[in-house]
């Protein structure tokens, strides 16, 4: 018979997630989006990414179109049916990105108070992106599962995974050159013939050549065409947003959606264009960076092979927050992987950066438990603009690669010296 007290538990957990639901799905604000595309769609028109297909020019459709025909019987229902159902499946989701780190990193589940430096220093964006009903909670789930796969030596599987996770977010494409720094040959092969599948899929409902069309209006609306957005959407706290608002002015009384009030924190005046030209520059050069430094002397012995692939594999999450072209607050619920790996070696008594993976925690709990609760419109905005979620991201970055160093040094003296490269892999335990 199972224990009494833990059935009472999930039962009132369960009671507790179906009653949050209720207020949570009173106020989205992306679901809304996409509900108004699905309409459009099941209306029959195929103009995926003109201004009035959802609600408006500032609340439009960006993403591919096999993410609105996939989900075609959500946009059926009522829309506040649809919206709940969309909130218990990002509950769900949670609940797997939870899982899948739990099982990545075990000493996680040995200690309480790390699991709750792990969760209030991620929580704030798990609470956030369920108020905004996100399609971006969706790929961090799916982005996640691909990665436990590839720690498993599953490729095809952790291919499909994460070719469907870039099909509805674009960003985690920024990982392939890790996978081609790895040799993972099919890995990367699996993920482009998937990606290609799941971006042809939609021919089945817009026609082969309807759907070419498609796809190049989104290119050019989404890809090639950022500047509105990025000027009218949420704040960009990746190296790019971060650039702008400091190095030039930014003139948010221009944004056409009324959401103007944001203080300025700039201290040069350099053109736009040659901020941009500098983000470049430095992006591509700390990614080269980062890869450099993953490829140099990185192959450890077999027993170490797991856990060195899912120390790199939180480096490279971090990375892509980093250096992507648009990384707005939501999209720091990835940080729960990197966060929970920096956890890991926190509760290691055995490792030489413990203490220093230990601050770091401390650090980044106090600031994302603490800073949200501050009173005041202005303020959290203040905080917004300064880019707090940015600079903590490049903390635990930072964090990430001083371990990565510290077990490398700590490796070179258990061992008396550089390895052979160990070309075998292994399973993760």
Known sequence: MKNPKRILLILACSIAVALLGLLFIRNLIDFPVYYAAGQSLINGRADLYSPDFALGRVMDYRYPPFFLVALTPLWSLPYTLAAYVWYLLSVLEIMGCVLIVARVFPSLRESWKLSAVVALGVMQYFVMVLHYGNAHLLATFLLFASLYYILQQKDLAAGALMALAITIKLTPVLLLPYFVLKRRWTLVVSVCVFLVAFNIAPSIY?????????????????????????????????????????????????????????????????????????????????????????????????????????????????????????????????????????????????SRSRSVAMRILVVVAVANSVLPLLPGRSVQRLLLVLGVDFYLNCLVMAGLIYVLLARRRAFRMQSGGPQMPDRSGAKMP
């Open 206 to 350: 817009f026609g082969f050549r309807g759907n070419s069309e498609v796809l190049r209006s989104w290119y050019g609306h989404v890809v090639a065409s950022q500047d509105f957005h990025e000027d009218n959407g949420p704040i960009n706290l990746a190296l790019k947003g971060q650039l702008r608002r400091s190095l030039s002015m930014v003139d948010y009384s221009q944004r056409v959606d009324g959401d103007t009030q944001y203080p300025s924190v700039q201290f040069a005046s350099f053109a736009r264009e040659q901020v941009v030209r500098a983000w470049l520059v430095l992006a591509v050069g700390i990614f080269a960076g980062v890869l450099v430094l993953i490829g140099w002397r990185q192959r450890l012995a077999q027993p170490e092979e797991a856990a060195r692939l899912s120390l790199e594999l939180a480096l490279m999450i971090c990375l892509t927050l980093l250096a992507a072209p648009l990384t707005s607050k939501i999209y720091f619920i990835e940080l729960l992987w990197p966060v929970a790996c920096l956890a890991s070696f926190a509760a290691d008594p055995t």
